[in-house]
């Protein structure tokens, strides 16, 4: 220890010159930084409520609450964060999972009040100071991700190994992939409602997780009967809500449920949804059609314990998932493996009966305690056009199930197909085929009145379509066909350019000056199918109600005007598997209520 | 100053008798001897904690130490939570020096998950722990004054503290609490013109840290009060698990940078500081190099990290993600010595045991309570803070 | 590193040998053999650090997993010792003569899993809970969320919604 020791913390006494550090008035002279993790905020318009910043919040800080002015909707659940600040630590979690990017926390530093109960409040909701302040902690940018925004790939066969063959061209999930891609959904359920049967979607790709498959299907078959053809040509209105789509690409929620159907053996089936003994209570009911709606309506009906019977037209059942989408597309062994399942609880199914010919329908009316009828869209809409009426027009839906059928397809070297649907797609796809296995080569034009962007087909059926050869050519009205020597020689159109008039009524307007010609010596009309009522004789037809559209009216069951007769699928709703099912499911319950009513209102013999 | 006048060993009747069982017998009674209780609430205790000090005279001869003010449970709500979410509570178990625990439970669920993280997001790990030391020295550098009431420079170094908390707001959107190092990576790149500031920083504290040695180093008060006080025999370093600073000062050449090198370090030019006294004088000497070889250190840092570069690798949903059955030890390096996490995973989504065991587990109760023996008691503040005591490192 | 397992497995019982994924080496051996197995690694090995004991409660399995971490300084290795004992009336014995801080680690373990340490010093003094009169709250089958709601009481105006459930009664209640 020396002097320097004893008068070197003198110099303690130079701070006394020099300015003071401290600041007067912290909060304006020094705002917080850019990445403050400050208050919470959150734009309600692109917020949808999905709660999964309550999921993540490990305080359990985060209420989702119903907002006045958020209606709910699909895809919009109408609740929105409400924060607890007595909870909340400011981790900001919340921010980083957000699925639409809607919450932040703005770099405000204080918030006083009186109230405690102000400090739980729902932020875009309740106005605060901060409400328009940008700077904060907003999500870290760039790679930061808590979940995987991109699909594991579907692998698809290559073009040129399936345009010559009906093998089914999507290769399906492998258990790592599934996984793999369950693993993104974030459990929101914001799917479920929009999903016309209300399917139990985030609980069935938990249990993919969890690589408990047979909890899946048992899952599966709680909505949805028809697994195997769902996973496979579902129009999946619930991917176009899916939260994950907000920012990124949907979870593949179709080829997941797919997933669970193929692994799960069928003759496991009654052992893993206990279906094995069903006490039957003695009651009849007839079905009309097996299609989706009808093998929907029988599966629930088995379950509940009665006795159904199916009368199908044709030769197999799956009414138009087998005859009218394409094997490529949908495997008939997978179709089976569904309806052979239905099949084992006990429903019968009377093929090459037709109803309306083969058996009235008030004979199966007095036969049974109900009937449901779930008949289709069967018929073929012409465009009638000038030499629409030839011989060599077809339409695509005949030729489609005669494809199904095994029978021989007219075929010529150029085929002309109009339409612009999946059903278009699907016959140009097939025909295509056929001309390769025939010819060696795909000469197919497919042409619509809608715009490529405004065509109603699913755009990879529109892309897979060219990679098979085919050509899609849309925009274009067909005007006459050109006919020489009996002869078609081909088709003109004319460029369209709108499809509907101010009031918005189907009104198509043409160009007449930009005309062309496809030509061909086959044209395949695929404009829309209608229904074929003609089983209702005048006097049931009497008794029903029928809208302009010719729709038959029915209640919320899908009970009709006559008590005992059931209408569902697309009879009622339009074309759509999964609409079908749910109609199905549907009515089921509603024939049970209503027979159970009806057994009730009779007095006891 | 006393311990040179008496000693445990030696002069055994002064002190308490212990019976059989090797207990004292402290006869209050005897008007010998007197119970005081210091903390929990103490200017010269760090946190919450309480030391029940028997002396006599001003001679401390026994000591226990009492600890459960600050227990939260960490560990056990870790059990209720998903490996995401236990990262912003576990930061809560240190608060002067938060980064280690969000280090250690990131690094130890990528261990466990299989996860590689980016380079840059290494870079930036080493950044913010670098800086959380650095803000931490500028507590307890000058704070070792303060506990011999000369609060002034404490003062000062807190003002410097404030500056690199500056930057962590910067970076990471919060001051003390960063929440900047979650599995997977780090929550965000070096905003435009950090390095710039930090460097401006470390100049300004490198000049403070003058100011330190005059008034604090070269000060025989100071010196007087710190030297041979709460010497631990290097004999004791391994028995008692000493690690970090404390080790050092008695000679011990162990760093967990240098001995087990995590993130970069490797690639870092630093030397071990250590001094042999093994007193709070020669453990406040190691902290006061710390601060040099910290500053040196995230100036290399600085020149070497790149520009850009991915912040945080792919990992499963943090929702549900699972981790493999499995259990591992990470250890680093913090301000106060060895900071190490036990993880065990059982495959759920949720931890099945995350176990810290901070240097202060092993300082602050068995080496303190032995260390305060024979101390004045104007001393046990200054022996508490040389040992860098942190309560609710022991109690989570 | 080879010669020590395989030393350490001709003279005790350990099994389940493997490398944790930081180079950890965990071992399980024989709750009657871990004493003497420490004390050789430290008095003969060079193991003189006991990095951390600490206890998992495997409550599926009935049994309570202690592990002890050492390390070699010299050759900054760490060795991890698992043993397993019953969760009934568990006991070990105390190792607080080979490192006087594994005395707080075993009083610890006492309270939060209930795990005796006979002749550990102070085991049997409250270390962070005072008055506590429940389960050792580490244990698995103490639920922290059940005592928080019998203990503590909510906060009013609480409530939320599951998106789900709130879409179905919205829009499809009946269904």
Sequence with gaps: MSLKDTFSPFSAWRKVFEKPVTIKDPISERPGADRYRGFHKNDITSCIGCGTCETICENEAIDMVPVEGVETKDGDSGLRPRVDYGRCCWCGLCVDICTTGSLSLTNAYTWVEEDPEKYRYTPGVDEKPWDNEEKGWKKPEPNYEFYNLNRVTMEHLHPEERSDSFVEMVKGYSKEQAEKEADRCVECGICTATCPAHMGIPEYIKAIRNDDLEEGLRILYDTNPLPEICGRICTHKCETVCTLGQRGEALSIRWLKRYIADQNPSEKYKKILNSGFLKKNGKKIAIIGSGPSGLSAAHYLALMGYTCTIFEKLAKAGGMMRF???????????????????????????????????????ELGEKHDAVFSGTGLH?????RIEGSDHKNVYQSIDLLRDITLGKEVPLTEDIIVIGGGNVAMDITRSLARLQKQKYGKAGIIATSLETEDKMPADREEVLEAREEDATVNPGWAPQRIEIENDKIKGLHVAQCYSLFDDE?????????????FFEGSMVVESIGQGMDLSYLSEDLKHELEIDKRGRIKVNENFQSGLPWLFLGGDIIQGPDVIHGIANGHKAAKGIDEFLFEKQKDTPKT | MSNTNYSWKNNRSLFPEADETGKLVVDLDSQKYIK????????????????????????VVEAKTHVGYLHRGFEKLFERRRYIQCFPTCIRMCVPEPDTNEYNLARGTELLGGIEVPEMANWLRMIALEMARLQVLLRMVPGQAGTMGLGLPSQWGLYYRELILDRFEELTGGRIYHMYILPGGVRGLLPAGFKKRLEENLVKIESFMKDVDRVIYANTVFKKRTKGIGIIPADWIDPYGVTGPVARAAGYERDVRKDYPYLYYDQLDFGVNVEHESDVFARFLVRRKDVDTTIDLLRQIMSKMPDKGDIKAETPNVLHWKIPRGETLVRCESSRGEYIFYLVADGSMYPRRINLRGPSYAHAVTLLEKLLINANISDVSSIMVSLATCPPEIER | MKEIIDHLKKRFPVYEIGEGPNGVILMSVEAAKLVPMLTSLKTNHGYGILVILSAVDWLEDCKFQLTYIINNPDEKRDLGIRVFIKREDAEMESIHSLWEHAATFQREIKEMFGINFPGSPRVDEPFLLEGWDNLPPMRRDFDTKQYSEDTYFPRPGRETNDPAEYMKQKLYPDE
């Design chain 1, 324 to 362: 009218g989408i394409p094997e490529y597309r949908l495997p008939y062994d997978q179709i089976d493996k569904d309806i052979s399942y239905i099949e084992s609880l006990g429903v019968d199914i009377k093929y090459n009966t037709t109803v309306g010919v083969d058996i009235t329908l008030e």
């Design chain 1, 379 to 383: 018929l073929g809409r012409s465009t």
């Design chain 1, 504 to 516: 918005g009524k189907f009104n198509p307007q043409c160009n007449m000056d930009n005309l062309q």
């Design chain 2, 36 to 59: 005081v209780w210091q903390g929990p609430n103490h200017p010269g205790v760090t946190g919450n904690m309480s030391l029940e000090l028997t002396v006599s005279g001003d001679e």
